[in-house]
T-cell receptor
Framework: EVLLVESGGGLVQPGGSLRVSCAASGFSLSNYWMAWVRQAPGKGLEWVANVNQNGDDSNYVDSVKGRFTISRDNARNSLYLQMDSLRPDDTAVYYC???FGWGSYSPLWIFDFWGQGTLVSVSS | QSALTQPASVSGSPGQSITVSCTGTSSDVGDYAHVSWYQQHPGEAPKLIIFDTSSRPSGISHRFSASKSGHTISLTISGLQTDDEADYYCSSYVRDRGLVFGGGTRLTVL
C-alpha cells in the first residue's frame, strides 16, 4: 500500500524557517517525481514545488522561489521542503504528492497519491 | 488569480447528474493533455479522480467522467450520491508557471 506521511509542521514566526518531511512507504521514491502542494485555510490548492528522481532538477511556484528548497533522500525514502523567510501568507496545510509517471524523465503533473498533510502556521 | 476558472458551487439531488466546468486558455487546457480532476472531502487530502483529460484511475467509479471542448474541460458525475458532496479541483500544466489548479467547486448534494 502506498503511503505518504508528512511531519514537521508547526507554528513559526514571520521570517523564520521550518523543514517539513514526507516519509514514503509501499513504493520506491527513487522512481518518481515528487511534489509539495499547499492549501491555505479555507482556500484552494496551490502547487509549490517538485523534484525529479535524482534530486538534480526542481521547479517552484514564483511566490516561493529563493525561499523554499525541495529535496529528497531516496535511501531514506523521504522528501523534504525547507522553508526560509516564512511569511504569514505561507500559512497552509502542506501536502506531499507523488507524480503519476513511473520513471518519467519529465513530470506528468498528475498526482496519484497524497499524504494527509502537515499544518504550517506563520504568525507572531 | 487562478488561470483556470471553475464555478464556486454546484448542486444536485441524489440520482441526478451534474457537470463542473473548468475554463482555461490556449496556454493551458487548450495546449496540454495531462489535465486532471481531484476530489477533496472536508478535512481530507485530495484524491485523483480523472487524469489525461478523461481517464479514470483504478478504483474510481464509472459515475465520474470528463471531456474537453476547446479550452474548457468538464467533469460529469452521474447518479449523484451523498458521498459525492465535496470540493472538486481541475488542474493543468502551464508553461513557465508549473501546475495550476482551478479555484475549486463545492458540490452540494441536496
Amino acid at each position: 500500500e502506498v503511503l505518504l506521511v508528512e511531519s514537521g509542521g508547526g507554528l513559526v514566526q514571520p521570517g523564520g524557517s521550518l523543514r517539513v518531511s514526507c516519509a514514503a512507504s509501499g513504493f520506491s521514491l527513487s522512481n518518481y517525481w515528487m511534489a509539495w502542494v499547499r492549501q491555505a485555510p479555507g482556500k484552494g490548492l496551490e502547487w509549490v514545488a517538485n523534484v525529479n528522481q535524482n534530486g538534480d532538477d526542481s521547479n517552484y511556484v514564483d511566490s516561493v522561489k529563493g525561499r523554499f528548497t525541495i529535496s529528497r533522500d531516496n535511501a531514506r525514502n523521504s522528501l523534504y521542503l525547507q522553508m526560509d523567510s516564512l511569511r504569514p501568507d505561507d500559512t497552509a496545510v502542506y501536502y506531499c504528492a507523488r507524480d503519476f509517471g513511473w520513471g518519467s524523465y519529465s513530470p506528468l503533473w498528475i498526482f496519484d497519491f497524497w499524504g494527509q498533510g502537515t499544518l504550517v502556521s506563520v504568525s507572531s | 488569480q487562478s488561470a483556470l476558472t471553475q464555478p464556486a458551487s454546484v448542486s444536485g439531488s441524489p440520482g441526478q447528474s451534474i457537470t463542473v466546468s473548468c475554463t482555461g486558455t490556449s496556454s493551458d487546457v487548450g495546449d496540454y493533455a495531462h489535465v486532471s480532476w481531484y476530489q477533496q472531502h472536508p478535512g481530507e487530502a485530495p484524491k485523483l479522480i480523472i487524469f489525461d483529460t478523461s481517464s479514470r484511475p483504478s478504483g474510481i467509479s464509472h459515475r465520474f467522467s470528463a471531456s474537453k471542448s476547446g479550452h474548457t474541460i468538464s467533469l460529469t458525475i452521474s447518479g449523484l450520491q451523498t458521498d459525492d458532496e465535496a470540493d472538486y479541483y481541475c488542474s493543468s500544466y502551464v508553461r513557465d508557471r508549473g501546475l495550476v489548479f482551478g479555484g475549486g467547486t463545492r458540490l452540494t448534494v441536496l
